[in-house]
C-alpha cells in the first residue's frame, strides 16, 4: 500500500488514531478497494471501532493487485507519530503511509514545515482480520445528534464513571451513570440527565428501551466527532445487544460496537420508567451454543462478568455454521478470518 | 423532616457553588446543618481528621429564593445531614448555567440530598439534571458535637497578607520543610518560617493591621495584655496549612489569623456574609 | 526599598555580592540545569558560572555574565561554592516566578566564604524573604576537553525546530543517534524504539538551519537518559549550537534571551554512548 494524506485530512486520521486508541491496545489497518480501514478491539472483546477512509480521502491511494494484506501493529506507536496533535495542522503539510509486506515495515512519513521530514519505521505483525458483522439498519431505536449535545451530556457524569444507562421513551431519553451492584449504594452519587426527543437531528425509538455501556469509548468517539463536526448516529434495540455508534461522510465511515450490559437486573430498578421495558426476544438456544462455543474456543479471554464478548466471530473458522449469525436476533462480531485463533 | 429549595439567581448560583467547592477542597465528609436562616457545613476537630476543625456559615436568604424547612421538632427546627461535599461541588459544577436549581432532601434508595437543574437548551423544552447525593441524617442526640467552636482565647490577632502571595511562599516552603512556624504580632507584622539541614527562609510580613475585637470580649484577653512588638507563635504541619490556602476559593473580604501561643492556629474567612473558620492544631 | 537599605557596611564582610532586580533572570537559566541537586557555583569578575554533572558523562554549565546583575561585587580573581540547586530554586522562586509584567522578585544574594551559608534577600512588593542555604566546598568540575580546534561538524538551529523533535522524541529508545554529514542526510535525530525506529531530518538549507559546517560523516549515540535534562534548556532558548569533536563528544550550547533581551549561555556535554556499528 502506498498512499498520501495531505492537509486538514492528516488531522482527522491523527484524530481517529487517537480515538481508536481508547478502545484497544492493537491497530487493525487493512488496505482495501474501497478504502483504507482502521479497526481495534478492547482486551475483554466487548467493544470494537473501525474507520474506514475511502480512496478519496486520500491524494493518493494506490493498494496492491491480488489478495488483500492486513497487519496490525501497536497502536501507541503509531500514536507516537501523530504526538504533537495540537500542533499538526500548522506543521505537516504531507503525510506518507507505505506498507511493506516483504520487509514487514510500516513506514509514516510526514513532509513538515521548513524541510523537516519525519520518517517512523514500524514494524508489524501478520493479522486475521478483524470483523464485526452488525446490521445497524435494523436496530429498533436510531437517535442522531451533534456532538455537542452528546459533550455537554457527558460532562455532567464524573470522569471516573465506567458505565451510562441510557433509556428511550418516545420523545425522551435518560442518561443515568450506572452504578456497580458490589458499590454501596450509599456511596454512590445518581446522575441523571433528561433530554427531549427536540433536541436530536433524528430520533427514532419504536421500542422503549435501557441499554447499558461503558462511557470510555464514548468519550474517544466523541473527540472524534467534536473535531470534524460531525453527527453522531447511535443504533440500538435493547439489554445485551451492541449499541452501534456512527459518524459518517462522503469520505468516511465510523462504527463503534460496544457490547451492552445483557443483565438488565443489573440496572437499577428503583426508576420506574425503566419498569415495562421490554425485552428483545433471545433465542436461548443459539445463546447456549454461541458461549458454550466461545469458552471453548479461547480461555485466554475473561470478559467482564456483565458484559458480552462481542467477538465471538474473531475466534471461528469461517464456513463455521456460527459464522453467519446475522441472521440470528442476536447481532454479534464476526470475523472472515482464516485460521488465527491465537492471533486475537 | 421536610426541606426544599431554590436557587434562581445566577449570581447567587456561582456563590454558592464556591462556597461549596472550597469545603470540599477542605474535607471530603462534613456535616451539613441546616436551620430556617442558616446553613452551616461542620468538620469537627477530630483526631481522624489530623484535628482539623472548620465551621462555614451561610445566611439563606442571600442564596435562595425558596427555603421550606421542618426541622425534626417544633423546638429543635434543625436537619442534620453528613454528606460528601465533592458530591454536591460536582453536581453545582453542573448547573453552572441553570435557569434554576432545585434542593430538596428526598427519600430514595437511602436518604438523598437531590439537586435538581433545569439547564438551558437549544430546542423549547429544558434539560433536566438531578444528581441524588447519599446522605447520613445525624440524629439529634449526636447534634452537640456539631456546635459553634467557641473563638478561643487567642494571643494574637492579626489580618492576613494577601493570601495568593501567602499561597506561592507556603507552597515553597512545603517543598522544603513538612513543619511550618507561623507567628504573628499585635503591631501588624507575621513571619513565616521554616528551618532544615539545608536551609533555612524567613518571610516576613508587616504593615498587616490587627482586628480590633473590641466589642466581643476577646479583646480584653490575653491578646491585650501583650507588648505589641512580641511575637506569639505556632508550628503547624505545613500540608494542613497549604490545603486551605489551595482550596478556598472566596476571594475573601477579610482574612484573618488568631494564634493561641505553642496551640492553635484559628483561620477566618469571610466574603459579604458567609464567613468560613478553619483551626489548625499546633504540632511539638 | 528593604534591600538598598541593607546597611552598607555589612557588605564589607561578604566575598561574594550580586543583586538582580528580577529574579526571574537567574531563575530561569538555573533551571534549565536543574536535574542533580548538587551544584557547583564559581563566581570570577566575569560573571558567575554553576555547574551539574551526571555519571561523569554529562555536564551542564549555565553562564550568568556580571553585566546582567545591577551589582556584582567580589572579593579577589574568584570564589567557588556547592549549594543544593532544587533547594536554591525553591527560594529564588518563594514568591512564585510571577511572570505578570511590573511583578518582580528583587534578590540580593551574599557570601562570606567557607563555612558560611549562601544568604538571599528577596524583595516583592514589601514582602522580604531572607533564606540561609549552606554550602560546601566545591567539587573540581569534569574537564570535557571540548576545543573548537577538534570541532568536526557543527550546526547553528533555531530552537523552534528542535523543541518540537525533543518532544516527539520515543522515550523507549535507549539512545539518541545524531548523524550529520555533508550529504544527505546532513543532520538527523534517530531513535531505536520498541515499535521501530524513527528519524528526523533537517535538510540543510532549511530556513531552521542557521550555520550548516559539517566536513566529514559522524554518527554517534547518545544515551537518552543522559540528553532528556537538556530539553529544559531547549524549551527557553531560541538558538542552539550543535557541535561534535573528532572523538564524538557532543556540545549542545543554548542561547537565552531573558526577561530584558540580555543574552545568557546554557552549555551540555555529553560522551557518546558507543561506538556505532553500521546497520
Known amino acids: ?344 | 423532616m421536610k426541606f426544599r429549595s431554590k436557587i434562581i439567581d445566577i449570581g447567587c448560583l456561582n456563590n454558592f457553588t464556591r462556597v461549596v467547592t472550597t469545603i470540599s477542597k477542605l474535607t471530603k465528609t462534613c456535616v451539613l446543618r441546616l436551620t430556617p436562616d442558616n446553613l452551616y457545613f461542620v468538620l469537627s476537630g477530630k483526631v481522624s481528621n489530623g484535628g482539623v476543625a472548620m465551621w462555614c456559615e451561610l445566611a439563606q436568604a442571600n442564596f435562595f429564593e425558596e427555603f421550606q424547612l421542618e426541622g425534626v421538632s417544633v423546638e429543635a427546627n434543625e436537619i442534620c445531614l453528613e454528606l460528601a461535599p465533592d458530591n454536591l461541588s460536582r453536581a453545582m459544577k453542573t448547573a453552572q448555567n441553570a435557569k434554576a436549581v432545585k434542593i430538596k432532601l428526598t427519600k430514595k434508595h437511602c436518604p438523598c440530598l437531590t439537586i435538581a437543574a433545569e439547564l438551558p437548551t437549544m430546542s423549547s423544552v429544558s434539560r433536566v439534571v438531578t444528581h441524588d447525593i447519599p446522605v447520613d441524617v445525624i440524629p439529634r442526640r449526636l447534634w452537640n458535637d456539631f456546635k459553634e467552636p467557641s473563638m478561643p482565647d487567642f494571643d494574637v490577632s492579626i489580618y492576613m497578607p494577601p493570601l495568593k502571595i501567602m499561597k506561592n511562599v507556603v507552597d515553597r516552603m512545603k517543598n522544603l520543610s513538612n513543619f511550618l512556624v507561623i507567628e504573628a504580632n499585635m503591631n501588624g507584622e507575621m513571619n513565616l518560617k521554616i528551618e532544615t539541614d539545608l536551609v533555612s527562609v524567613t518571610t516576613h510580613f508587616k504593615d498587616l493591621g490587627n482586628p480590633p475585637w473590641g466589642g466581643d470580649g476577646s479583646q480584653t484577653g490575653a491578646a491585650s495584655q501583650r507588648d505589641l512588638e512580641t511575637m506569639v507563635q505556632v508550628r503547624v504541619d505545613i500540608r494542613k496549612l497549604q490545603q486551605f490556602l489551595m482550596g478556598q476559593q472566596f476571594n475573601p473580604s477579610k482574612a484573618m489569623c488568631n494564634i493561641v501561643q505553642n496551640t492553635i492556629l484559628h483561620l477566618i474567612l469571610l466574603y459579604e456574609d458567609v464567613s468560613l473558620q478553619y483551626f489548625i492544631p499546633a504540632v511539638a | 526599598m528593604p534591600l538598598s537599605t541593607q546597611s552598607q557596611d555589612s557588605d564589607a564582610q561578604y566575598i561574594l555580592v550580586a543583586s538582580l532586580d528580577n529574579v526571574r533572570n537567574i531563575s530561569n537559566i538555573l533551571k534549565a540545569i536543574t536535574f542533580k541537586d548538587h551544584a557547583i557555583f564559581s563566581a570570577t569578575p566575569n560573571g558567575l558560572k554553576v555547574t551539574v554533572e551526571d555519571s561523569k558523562c554529562l555536564q551542564a554549565n549555565a553562564f550568568i555574565q556580571a553585566d546582567i546583575f545591577q551589582e556584582f561585587t567580589i572579593k579577589g580573581d574568584s570564589v567557588g561554592f556547592q549549594v543544593n540547586l532544587t533547594v536554591l530554586l525553591d527560594c529564588l522562586t518563594i514568591f512564585g516566578g510571577s511572570t505578570v509584567p511590573g511583578v518582580s522578585t528583587a534578590l540580593r544574594m551574599c557570601y562570606m566564604g567557607y563555612g558560611y551559608p549562601l544568604t538571599l534577600f528577596l524583595e516583592e512588593g514589601g514582602v522580604v524573604t531572607v533564606c540561609k542555604i549552606n554550602t560546601q566546598e566545591p567539587e573540581e568540575p569534569i574537564d570535557f576537553d571540548f576545543c573548537s580546534s577538534n570541532v568536526t561538524n557543527k550546526v547553528i538551529l533555531q530552537s523552534e525546530s528542535l523543541k518540537e523533535a525533543f518532544s516527539e522524541l520515543d522515550m523507549t529508545s535507549e539512545v539518541l543517534q545524531i548523524t550529520m554529514s555533508p550529504n544527505q542526510p546532513y543532520f538527523r535525530l534517530s531513535t531505536f524504539g520498541n515499535s521501530g525506529n524513527a528519524h528526523y531530518d533537517y535538510p540543510k538549507d532549511s530556513d531552521m538551519m542557521e550555520l550548516f559546517q559539517c566536513t566529514q560523516t559522524q554518527t554517534n549515540r547518545y544515551k537518552m537518559s543522559l540528553l532528556k535534562p537538556s530539553t529544559k534548556a531547549l524549551a527557553l532558548s531560541c538558538k542552539v549550537s550543535v557541535r561534535t569533536d573528532s572523538r564524538g563528544f557532543l556540545s549542545l550550547q543554548y542561547l537565552v534571551r531573558n526577561d530584558d533581551g540580555q543574552i545568557c549561555f546554557v552549555e551540555y556535554f555529553c560522551c557518546p554512548d558507543e561506538e556505532v556499528r553500521d546497520d
Open chain 1, 1 to 344: 500500500m502506498d498512499c498520501v494524506v495531505t492537509g486538514g485530512n492528516v488531522k482527522v486520521l491523527a484524530k481517529a488514531i487517537h480515538s481508536l486508541s481508547r478502545i484497544g491496545d492493537e491497530l487493525y489497518l487493512e488496505p482495501q478497494e474501497d478504502g483504507l480501514t482502521l479497526r481495534s478491539v478492547n482486551s475483554s472483546r466487548s467493544a470494537y471501532a473501525c474507520f474506514l477512509f475511502s480512496p478519496l480521502f486520500f491524494s493518493r491511494y494506490a493498494i496492491p493487485d491480488g489478495h488483500g494484506f492486513r497487519c496490525k501493529v501497536a497502536i501507541k506507536s503509531v500514536q507516537a507519530v501523530f504526538r504533537s496533535l495540537a500542533t499538526l495542522e500548522k506543521t505537516v503539510e504531507k503525510c506518507h503511509i507505505e506498507l511493506d509486506g516483504e520487509k514487514s515495515r510500516l513506514t509514516f512519513t510526514l513532509h513538515c514545515k521548513h524541510g523537516l521530514l519525519k520518517t517512523h519505521n514500524l514494524s508489524f505483525q501478520d493479522s486475521e482480520s478483524l470483523q464485526a458483522v452488525f446490521d445497524k439498519d435494523a436496530s429498533t431505536n436510531v437517535l442522531k445528534a451533534q456532538p455537542r449535545l452528546l459533550a455537554d451530556t457527558v460532562l455532567n457524569f464524573p470522569p471516573s464513571l465506567e458505565e451510562v444507562t441510557v433509556t428511550v421513551s418516545d420523545e425522551r431519553v435518560w442518561f443515568r451513570n450506572y452504578v456497580d451492584q458490589d458499590a454501596e449504594p450509599s456511596k454512590a452519587m445518581l446522575t441523571e440527565l433528561c433530554l427531549s426527543a427536540d433536541e436530536f437531528d433524528h430520533f427514532a425509538v419504536k421500542a422503549q428501551s435501557s441499554v447499558t455501556f461503558c462511557l470510555k469509548e464514548l468519550r474517544g468517539l466523541l473527540v472524534f466527532a467534536e473535531s470534524t463536526g460531525l453527527p453522531i448516529s447511535m443504533y440500538f434495540d435493547g439489554p445485551g445487544s451492541p449499541v452501534v455508534l456512527s459518524v459518517t461522510d462522503s469520505v468516511l465511515d465510523t462504527n463503534f460496537v460496544l457490547a451492552t450490559l445483557s443483565d438488565e437486573s443489573a440496572v437499577r430498578q428503583q426508576n420506574p420508567k425503566r419498569a415495562g421495558t421490554p425485552l428483545p426476544p433471545l433465542d436461548d438456544f443459539m445463546n447456549d451454543e454461541l458461549e458454550s462455543y466461545l469458552i471453548a474456543m479461547d480461555t485466554s479471554m475473561a470478559p467482564g462478568p456483565s458484559f458480552r464478548s462481542l467477538l465471538f466471530g474473531s475466534v471461528y473458522p469461517t464456513g463455521s455454521p456460527l459464522s453467519n449469525l446475522t441472521v440470528a436476533g442476536q447481532k454479534v462480531l464476526a470475523s472472515d478470518s482464516e485460521e488465527d485463533p491465537e492471533g486475537v
